[in-house]
């Protein structure tokens, strides 16, 4: 998926598989703001510094901590 998506190709997929969210240059997440559920807040982690691994050698990638954006 990742090789055929170079090509001006963009999906959003929302799952919690690691099939999915470990082969991704970006990770964006929605949460609800403390205390009010009518407003949001959006949480982005940009992967591509970090080395696809996955493929190399069969094992889980770092822990990465996520970016806050306001």
Known sequence: ???????????IVISLKEEFYSHVDALIGV???????VE???VTLDLTPYPD???ENNR????KT?????
């Open 66 to 70: 996520p970016t806050r954006h306001r």
């Open 53 to 55: 691994n996955t493929l």
């Open 60 to 63: 889980k990638s770092p822990v």
């Open 31 to 37: 949460y609800p703001r403390e205390g009010d559920c």
């Open 1 to 11: 998926m990742k090789e055929e998506a170079e090509n001006n190709f963009q999906l």
């Open 40 to 42: 949001s807040r959006v």
